[in-house]
């Protein structure tokens, strides 16, 4: 038997001065297992230190909560006050305590698609969200300024937590992604109107961030390429946007698409996008094929469908991608790092069936598929008994 070894997915790559161990990224997933008030759980250590010790490279968080009015929904953590620190430093201790993993903080305003019962819901501009047919208060400049400010002190709170990186979520729908997509954003003032202006909060952003943390600190952003909507952000604006967060100094993009009116405006909508068979993976492969020519020495994250440890070597190997990052799957599999290091190179076992993404709706986020399976297995050992 040809023993074949995945040199590149588990060789080291760094981001900015950051090296880290593999090519695997967790990327950020809303787990729902915080305390009250955004407070950091002994479940939602439990759960990193499992990613750690299943050999993820890289973990990026759940997205945590820069402002009150900015989180998505319960159980969510936070970080917009030094009351949240205390869990995050034990949080972070345990990943670096355990193994050489890192992990990057991740921070998100919701924007347009806030569903906090005691906020309304912000945005560039007060266009109505065919989702929810609810219409967003649009911002004040000195509102965006504040926002921009809350970005920039989560960010040095991640930094004295020892977080070894930060990630801000610019994608899907959220606030950061409403300003840069034409169909959320028609302002015409210093934050809206053209590509640039639009991506101007990316940019302030990043420039009074670094300005907190200095230039060792990695900063990298998920960043929205494509609405997926018939009016939305298209990709060769994408691009473009990207250029910009590469020329401003972002240290690593993963690019992606969709958002929550997709489903409702879309036949296809990248969100719920089924993995059905080996045709329907990758999905966002053909897009960082697009971008990888304009990143420079800035890594692309590639996200989306990547469940073959094969087209995974594959991808590094032709240079499409620096990094290949995986959500579902880990919920069924912690350990899929390790199992294919050993040599086990079958898929993923998940089935992309999301409904994990249903099980957010009512509580903590977990694999249905596999639960039934061990409800079967625990049944069958009972029985024998």
Not at 214 to 221: A, E, R, Y
Not at 248 to 272: H, V
Request: hydrophobic fraction near 35%; charge should be positive.
């Amino acid at each position: 038997m040809i023993k074949i070894e995945l040199k590149h997915l588990f060789s080291p790559g760094k981001i900015g001065n950051v090296q880290i161990k593999n090519r695997i990224v967790r990327s950020a997933t809303y787990e729902r297992r915080a305390m009250k008030y955004g407070i950091v759980s002994d479940k939602l250590i439990e759960l990193y230190r499992e990613l750690a010790e299943g050999g993820t490279g890289l973990i990026i968080t759940g997205a945590i909560g820069i402002d009150p009015k900015a989180t998505g929904g319960p159980d969510q953590p936070y970080l917009f006050d030094d009351s949240h620190m205390e869990g995050q430093r034990k949080l972070v201790k345990e990943v670096h305590n355990y193994s050489d993993t890192k992990i990057a903080a991740q921070f998100v305003h919701t924007g347009r698609q806030g569903t906090h019962p005691k906020y309304t819901s912000v945005a560039p501009s007060p266009i109505e969200d065919k989702s929810t047919n609810k219409i967003p208060k649009e911002l004040a400049t000195e509102e965006i300024e504040k926002i921009v400010q809350n970005f920039v002190v989560a960010t040095r709170r991640a930094y004295e937590c020892e977080y070894d990186m930060v990630q801000m979520h610019g994608a899907h729908g959220y606030l950061l992604s409403n300003f840069i997509s034409p169909y959320t954003n028609i302002r015409t003032d210093e934050y809206g109107g053209s590509t640039e202006k639009r991506a101007k909060i990316l940019v302030d952003i990043y420039n009074h961030a670094r300005d907190e943390v200095g230039k060792d600190f990695p900063i990298l952003i998920k960043l929205q390429i494509d609405d997926d909507i018939p009016s939305g952000l298209k990709l060769e604006e994408g691009i473009k946007i990207a250029k910009i967060m590469v020329d401003t100094g972002y240290n690593a993009i993963e690019p992606s698409g969709g958002i929550g009116e997709s489903i409702s405006l879309n036949k296809n909508p990248l969100p719920s996008r089924f993995v059905k068979s080996p045709d329907d993976e990758n999905y966002f492969l053909d897009s960082a094929k697009k971008l990888k020519p304009i990143m420079k020495d800035c890594p692309l994250i590639l996200v989306g469908g990547v469940r073959n440890p094969l087209s995974a070597e594959k991808i590094l190997q032709e240079k499409h991608a620096d990094f290949i990052s995986l959500s579902r799957p880990l919920i069924y599999e912690p350990d899929l790092p390790n199992r294919w290091k050993s040599g086990d190179l079958s898929p993923a076992k998940c089935l992309s069936c999301n409904s994990c993404f249903m099980t957010m709706m009512t509580g903590e986020v977990y694999c249905v598929v596999k639960k039934k399976l061990e409800k079967k297995r625990l049944k069958k050992e009972k029985q024998k008994n």
